[in-house]
């Protein structure tokens, strides 16, 4: 902020000395010309500087050299109130197109200071040494105290704390954590103090991932900001060469004085400038970049977000993306009186095993168990599950094998082959070779999946499902979401192989994934986004990133670069028809050099206002239905 402060002090003491010039005039002529010489001094040096240095080092022009030359043409004709007031308005515009580019890096500022430059380092001897984040190895061990900022990336040695992870996440809920569980630099200890083990360098955390992703993409200009910025240096040669033929041959064409010629010269090498059209992409895009990494989202360069304005097709991986990515018991069938023992045994022998179909059914059911089921032993058969022994029968737990297990209740018939034809897996539980239970595990869609699907679908953006998981599971979860077009059974290439066909179809394509065999089909779409708890693989070739892992943040998203793209389109239009009428006015003479200063330099103000609306939070949507919501699910196969 302090840079901003200094920004904005040629600016007051241009104001204030035109001011004085002002005031002075009736006492003494000379006082008010050194005060306005005064004031085109000190609010154009700078602009000045910058482009002789451009001009002398990359033999460009630009506009900066277009309003030093417009001040001193006012100065010779004898405006200088008139030269004055055009440096101020000029110097204004550019402290707002520095505020903006200031505003856009507090988000990479407000990271940088929340992540800590010291550690404490647990030594052989259990002996505390500080030490610099950057001197710290993978392996050695760190104290966190109560409080305070996590430095570095690693896992809970210690047997559980209480994490704030909402500079990753944006969860504002603090998360406890287990032994072995993994913790992140830029976090903050709520809980007591703990040990983490280190599993990175400083420069391979997720925080330091995310502040350089923030610092490329600010770098990063969009495609349209690009082509204003390398059409700039020719129009600004035009401008220069026409006005002084303007001035040799208005008299001859229009019967004008050569005084009269000069000041409309003049009045034209202002109103000509391209200040607002230069200013009509950049601020805009840095307001949306900080606006995105506000709210979760990673965007490596103004252009990928300038892209997704253009998106017609969008590919989703399914395991981790669309769905939570563990399964969850979703029915449960008892086929016996005995339905808390059944329960019991079934925890019991689960609870002993990390498989995540295991922990998933442990998760389901929340029944006490007795000293003497507690400590039943298991044993593990191959392809089939867990037994175990208990009061004489043996019990057992495992996939429904229907070859082996011959039942002759026709409802638990119906219910299985209904668990079946919806992609689930079917777990049972036996006694004696008895079925006792049949229980159906898939892994369900998050929250938010559908909303999003229907999102995309309302702004007739293709929507798929690519995933390497069985056609049968696959259907479930896409005719669940709305997803329109089905690809499984997809290996990495076959992945890739889709990836390249719906690019050759609808041209701006994007693929959402989060794993390593996404990698190579987030890099053939137009843009590859990857979810935040992702692969580190993912996240570095991905376009984009949504660090909190939330999908609601990739509508968010494609609403903010639908308005930049809006807004960048209304700057244009705006400052090409105001160039257009001014330099119009001046030929027909109704323009004098005051009034085409305030046009002139208003105008580029009004833009980069317009660009700084950016900077708000989007409001919240009303849901739309989707024109495709009743089309059938397509699934696919892949061409040869």
């Given at each position: 902020?302090?840079?901003?402060?200094?920004?904005?002090?040629?600016?007051?003491?241009?104001?204030?000395?035109?001011?004085?010039?002002?005031?002075?005039?009736?006492?003494?002529?000379?006082?008010?010309?050194?005060?306005?010489?005064?004031?085109?001094?000190?609010?154009?040096?700078?602009q000045t500087?910058?482009?002789?240095?451009?001009?002398?080092?990359?033999?460009t022009?630009?506009v900066?050299?277009l309003?030093?030359?417009?001040?001193?043409?006012?100065?010779?004709?004898?405006?200088?109130?008139?030269?004055?007031?055009?440096?101020?308005?000029?110097?204004?515009?550019?402290?707002?197109?520095e505020?903006?580019?200031?505003?856009?890096?507090?988000?990479?500022?407000?990271l940088?200071?929340?992540?800590?430059h010291?550690?404490?380092?647990?030594?052989?001897?259990?002996e505390?040494?500080?030490?610099?984040?950057?001197?710290?190895?993978i392996h050695?061990?760190?104290f966190?105290?109560?409080?305070?900022?996590?430095?570095?990336?690693?896992?809970?040695?210690?047997?559980?704390?209480?994490?704030?992870?909402?500079?990753?996440?944006?969860?504002?809920?603090?998360?406890?954590?287990?032994?072995?569980?993994?913790?992140?630099?830029?976090?903050?200890?709520?809980?007591?103090?703990?040990?983490?083990?280190?599993?990175?360098?400083?420069?391979?955390?997720?925080?330091?991932?995310?502040?350089?992703?923030?610092?490329?993409?600010?770098?990063?200009?969009t495609k349209?900001?690009?082509?204003?910025?390398?059409?700039?240096?020719?129009?600004?040669?035009?401008?220069?060469?026409f006005?002084?033929?303007?001035?040799?041959?208005?008299?001859?064409?229009?019967g004008?004085?050569?005084?009269?010629?000069?000041?409309?010269?003049?009045?034209?090498?202002?109103?000509?400038?391209?200040?607002?059209l230069?200013?009509s992409?950049?601020?805009?895009?840095?307001?949306?970049?900080?606006?995105?990494?506000?709210?979760?989202?990673?965007?490596?360069?103004?252009?990928?977000?300038?892209?997704?304005?253009?998106?017609?097709?969008?590919?989703?991986?399914?395991?981790?993306?669309?769905?939570?990515?563990?399964p969850?018991?979703?029915?449960?069938?008892?086929?016996?009186?005995?339905?808390?023992?059944?329960?019991?045994?079934?925890?019991?022998?689960?609870e002993?095993?990390?498989?995540?179909?295991?922990?998933?059914?442990?998760?389901?059911?929340?029944?006490?168990?007795?000293?003497?089921?507690?400590?039943?032993?298991?044993?593990?058969?191959t392809?089939?599950?867990?037994?175990?022994?208990?009061?004489?029968?043996?019990?057992?737990?495992?996939?429904?094998?229907?070859?082996?297990?011959?039942?002759?209740?026709?409802?638990?018939?119906?219910?299985?082959?209904?668990?079946?034809?919806?992609?689930?897996?079917?777990?049972?539980?036996?006694?004696?070779?008895?079925?006792?239970?049949?229980?159906g595990?898939?892994?369900?869609?998050?929250?938010?999946?559908?909303?999003?699907?229907?999102?995309?679908?309302?702004?007739?953006?293709?929507?798929?499902?690519?995933?390497?998981?069985?056609k049968?599971?696959?259907?479930?979860?896409?005719?669940?979401?709305?997803?329109?077009?089905?690809?499984?059974?997809?290996?990495p290439?076959?992945?890739?192989?889709?990836?390249?066909?719906?690019?050759?179809?609808?041209?701006?394509?994007?693929?959402?994934?989060?794993?390593?065999?996404d990698?190579?089909?987030?890099?053939?779409?137009?843009?590859?986004?990857?979810?935040?708890?992702?692969?580190?693989?993912?996240?570095?070739?991905?376009?984009?990133?949504?660090?909190?892992?939330?999908?609601?943040?990739?509508?968010?998203?494609?609403?903010?670069?639908?308005?930049?793209?809006?807004?960048?389109?209304?700057?244009?239009?705006?400052?090409?028809?105001?160039?257009?009428l001014?330099?119009?006015?001046?030929?027909?003479?109704?323009?004098?050099?005051?009034?085409?200063?305030?046009?002139?330099?208003?105008?580029?103000?009004?833009?980069?206002?317009?660009?700084?609306?950016?900077?708000?939070?989007?409001?919240?949507?009303?849901?739309?239905?989707?024109?495709?919501?009743?089309?059938?699910?397509?699934?696919?196969?892949?061409?040869?």
């Open positions: 902020m302090n840079n901003i402060k200094y920004t904005f002090i040629p600016v007051i003491s241009c104001l204030s000395l035109m001011l004085l010039g002002l005031l002075s005039q009736a006492i003494s002529p000379y006082l008010s010309l050194a005060f306005y010489l005064g004031a085109i001094l000190f609010g154009g040096f700078k500087q910058e482009g002789l240095i451009e001009l002398w080092e990359e033999h022009l630009n900066d050299l309003m030093a030359l417009a001040a001193i043409g006012a100065c010779l004709i004898g405006e200088f109130f008139e030269g004055a007031m055009l440096t101020f308005i000029f110097c204004l515009s550019g402290a707002l197109e505020y903006t580019t200031s505003k856009s890096q507090q988000e990479i500022t407000a940088m200071n929340l992540q800590p010291k550690a404490q380092r647990l030594t052989e001897k259990e505390l040494e500080e030490i610099a984040v950057e001197e710290l190895t050695d061990r760190v966190v105290s109560k409080g305070a900022t996590i430095p570095i990336d690693g896992f809970l040695e210690s047997s559980q704390a209480v994490v704030d992870e909402a500079t990753i996440s944006g969860e504002s809920i603090p998360v406890e954590k287990k032994q072995q569980d993994e913790l992140f630099a830029g976090t903050i200890n709520q809980g007591n103090p703990f040990i983490l083990r280190v599993t990175k360098k400083s420069t391979d955390t997720v925080f330091a991932k995310i502040i350089k992703l923030v610092e490329e993409a600010q770098n990063t200009p349209t900001a690009s082509f204003i910025s390398r059409i700039e240096n020719t129009y600004v040669k035009c401008v220069l060469l006005v002084p033929l303007m001035v040799l041959f208005s008299s001859f064409f229009f004008w004085s050569l005084q009269e010629s000069f000041y409309r010269g003049m009045v034209l090498l202002v109103v000509a400038s391209p200040c607002a230069v200013a992409a950049t601020p805009a895009t840095l307001a949306a970049l900080s606006n995105a990494a506000r709210n979760g989202v990673l965007i490596k360069g103004g252009f990928h977000l300038e892209q997704f304005a253009q998106l017609r097709s969008i590919a989703f991986d399914k395991t981790g993306t669309l769905t939570q990515g563990k969850v018991v979703t029915d449960s069938y008892f086929v016996t009186d005995d339905v808390l023992i059944s329960q019991q045994i079934l925890v019991s022998m689960e002993k095993t990390t498989h995540p179909l295991a922990q998933a059914i442990v998760a389901h059911f929340d029944c006490q168990i007795p000293k003497e089921i507690q400590q039943l032993s298991i044993e593990e058969m392809g089939f599950g867990l037994r175990t022994t208990y009061q004489g029968n043996e019990w057992g737990v495992g996939k429904w094998l229907p070859e082996k297990r011959k039942i002759q209740d026709q409802e638990i018939k119906r219910q299985i082959a209904l668990l079946e034809q919806q992609g689930k897996t079917v777990i049972a539980l036996t006694r004696d070779d008895e079925l006792m239970a049949v229980l595990l898939l892994d369900v869609p998050k929250d938010n999946a559908k909303q999003v699907i229907d999102y995309f679908n309302a702004q007739n953006i293709s929507t798929s499902m690519i995933t390497g998981d069985n049968g599971t696959a259907q479930v979860i896409a005719k669940q979401i709305g997803i329109h077009n089905l690809f499984a059974d997809c290996t290439a076959k992945k890739t192989k889709y990836a390249q066909q719906q690019k050759e179809t609808y041209e701006v394509t994007a693929m959402v994934g989060d794993g390593v065999n990698a190579p089909a987030l890099a053939t779409a137009s843009l590859g986004i990857a979810m935040g708890q992702g692969t580190d693989v993912a996240m570095e070739i991905a376009d984009i990133v949504l660090v909190k892992n939330d999908l609601h943040q990739l509508t968010y998203t494609h609403r903010l670069s639908l308005k930049m793209k809006k807004i960048i389109k209304q700057n244009i239009l705006f400052s090409l028809t105001m160039i257009c001014l330099i119009l006015s001046n030929f027909l003479q109704f323009l004098n050099l005051p009034l085409g200063v305030v046009g002139h330099e208003g105008s580029t103000i009004l833009v980069i206002l317009n660009g700084l609306r950016l900077l708000k939070p989007l409001p919240v949507p009303k849901q739309k239905e989707p024109p495709c919501a009743s089309c059938p699910l397509q699934s696919t196969e892949l061409s040869s």
